[in-house]
């Protein structure tokens, strides 16, 4: 991570996180595994070897083999978490992950490690801004993506417990905690951080404390923002949404993604049908050019500042 | 005139009862017979699985039959003397492990299946109907037996080696059998999962290679060759064995054997269309469908 990062960013890297906790879920239930493509410095996975030797099954690098093989262990009884960067394991996968794990119903944890441009300078290869797109349109696959470290460990609980197949991602970008104490998770369900009645903010993962100081800054334009984490992303948590819609009458959806079949296309496709209000989808337009995370998200527009004047504009509407 | 509801064909697949007490009972009469008893009562099982892909296949009006045929042999050779399974509990969760990876000869599969009483033979006019549970390809949801779903090439030995290393990981003695088509070598996935079953030493894994040397279109040899086909296993850590694929008696040689520290590769030498003379070796019986005259001479061939 570059200087610029560390300073201008939260607190915490999610994926401390989940290893810590996977750890710990691991003590207390020998199915779990890690599988991963070689990635056991940058999944964070270095203390969970030292601990469990066994059990990190590390393929090398061959992202197809990974998760066939992920989806064998389950057949032999193994809840796998599969832990990759999520460029590499939601592409060079997807036909894998759609046909071995999600067609066949495999409880096995895909974890796209360091998503979005969380490796901002290495380029449009190493981004992982398609995950969501991807994911979203196989089966009944939920798609996840928690906003801090408290959300990461609720997220890998709930999967964890629900014997489905499941992806999630997993943070490397440094966030605040956003989390209300003693918050949970649970598929399909959304939570509201902020209430408010002029126009809704729905942000995933790395967008949530953004769209929060966004909230704060319209506060002071006159404008009352309501915020909700909508960190399972599918399925969707149709009826806070659409409260929101009917409520506030017009919608914000902010992610670090490309902003066709995302959140953003998520919430379009359910208010469009049951309850059309205007709406921003703020994400990523195609290729990112080179640069860090920091400065991509700003050169996108991706910040409380770039939320709270595409809010603004639209409550002038 | 036999009429068939929508709901008939949708109806979920359940053990027959009758048919898995046949399977046993046989199963149970293999234990002390010769090899050539156990040769002889093979043969006859498949030529019965043939004649019930060939009917399945008139029925449907679509499916694989060249390929079908080149491993039914592979199939009742595993179904009927190596795998310990109990077609009554397809969930038992120390049962041998058999994946189809060439997941189009799905109608070899359902016919050997039903043979064991997974479930009801009857159901195989069912195949690749509107909401069958048979659907085109292999699907763990809806059939008992089916142990992931296969259809895309280049998936099954990537899923058996996670088999595998979960039996080795859990020192249960349970094996696991992948039958893979040559053609579908060509997909790379296969050798990212032959490199790491050699490197975990995954004896309990035996990957059979339906070896009859056609793809869709073409020769194997002709679109992007495999040859030399043993050395390649060889190389990749695997121990090798190339039998005759319709030998009932080298099938269950090689694939009874106990199993070693290296994973095993048996190149199974096999005919597509096996059977069936005027099917045999031709390209275009990849997934031709019979006229009903060839329907009919080709039953004729199977009766003998």
Request: hydrophobic share 45%.
């Amino acid at each position: 991570m570059s200087r610029e990062e560390s300073s201008a960013a939260g607190s915490f890297d999610c994926r401390q996180a989940f290893a810590d906790e996977l750890a710990a879920m691991a003590r207390e239930d020998s199915r779990i595994l890690a599988v991963c493509n070689d990635s056991v410095g940058s999944s964070n996975l270095i203390n969970f070897r030292k601990e469990f030797p066994d059990r990190v099954i590390n393929v090398g690098i061959a992202e197809q083999n990974m998760v066939g093989v992920a989806a064998g262990l389950a057949n032999g009884g193994y809840l796998p978490f599969v832990c990759a960067a999520s460029p590499f394991l939601t592409g060079r996968a997807l036909e894998q992950i759609k046909a071995d794990v999600v067609y066949s119903d495999f409880p096995v944890v895909l974890c796209g490690m360091s998503p979005g441009m969380a490796y901002g300078e290495l380029g449009p290869t190493h981004h992982s801004i398609e995950d969501l797109a991807w994911m979203r349109a196989i089966g009944d696959l939920p798609v996840i993506v928690p906003a801090d470290p408290q959300e990461t460990r609720a997220v890998m609980r709930c999967v964890a417990a629900s014997g489905k197949p499941a992806f999630m991602r997993v943070g490397r970008f440094k966030v605040p905690a956003v989390s209300p104490q003693g918050q949970g998770f649970e598929l399909g369900k959304a939570v509201t951080l902020r209430e408010g009645r002029d126009v809704t903010l729905i942000a995933i993962g790395t967008m949530v404390s953004r769209a929060l100081d966004a909230a704060a800054q319209l506060a002071g334009r006159g404008i009352d923002a309501r915020v909700i984490n909508a960190a399972s992303v599918k399925p969707l948590d149709d009826e806070l949404v659409l409260a929101a819609a009917r409520e506030t009458g017009r919608i914000v959806t902010v992610e670090e993604a490309i902003v066709t079949g995302g959140l953003g296309s998520a919430v379009a496709e359910l208010v469009a049908q049951h309850h059309p209000v205007p709406m921003r989808i703020l994400g990523v337009p195609g290729f990112a050019p080179t640069g860090t995370t920091q400065f991509l998200l700003e050169h996108f527009g991706l910040t409380a500042d770039g939320i709270a004047e595409a809010a603004h504009a639209l409550a002038d509407q | 005139m036999q009429t068939t509801s929508a709901s008939d064909v949708a109806a979920p697949l359940v053990t027959d009862e009758v048919a898995a007490a046949a399977w046993r009972e046989r199963r149970g009469q293999f234990d002390g017979a010769t090899t050539e008893q156990m040769v002889a009562a093979l043969g006859a099982i498949s030529t019965r699985i043939r004649r019930h892909i060939l009917e399945t296949i008139d029925t449907a009006g679509l499916g694989h039959v060249g390929g079908d045929m080149s491993v039914t042999d592979i199939l009742v050779a595993l179904f009927n003397g190596v795998l310990r399974i109990d077609p009554t509990q397809p969930a038992w969760p120390e049962r041998d492990r058999f994946i189809l990876s060439k997941g189009h000869c799905a109608a070899a599969l359902y016919a050997t299946l039903a043979d064991c009483g997974f479930f009801p033979a009857d159901r195989l006019r069912h195949f690749a109907g509107n909401l069958s549970p048979l659907n085109g390809h292999p699907n763990r949801r809806k059939i008992p037996g089916v142990e992931t779903n296969t259809g895309p090439l280049g998936h099954g030995l990537p899923v058996a080696v996670g088999i595998a290393t979960a039996a080795q990981l859990s020192r249960q003695g349970l094996r696991t059998f992948v039958v893979l088509g040559d053609g579908e070598l060509q997909e790379g996935s296969n050798w990212e999962a032959a490199m790491y079953a050699a490197q975990r030493r995954l004896g309990g894994l035996t990957a059979i290679v339906d070896r009859n040397r056609l793809q869709q279109g073409a020769g194997v040899a002709d679109t992007n060759d495999l040859e030399p086909l043993p050395d390649k296993w060889r190389a990749f850590g695997w121990e090798v064995h190339v039998i005759d694929g319709h030998s009932h008696a080298e099938l269950l040689a090689t694939l009874s054997a106990p199993a070693g520290e290296r994973p095993r590769a048996v190149i199974a030498n096999t005919i597509k269309g096996k059977g069936i003379s005027f099917m045999e070796n031709g390209v275009e019986w990849h997934h031709k469908v019979p006229s009903a005259a060839q329907y009919e001479a080709a039953l004729k061939e199977l009766a003998r």
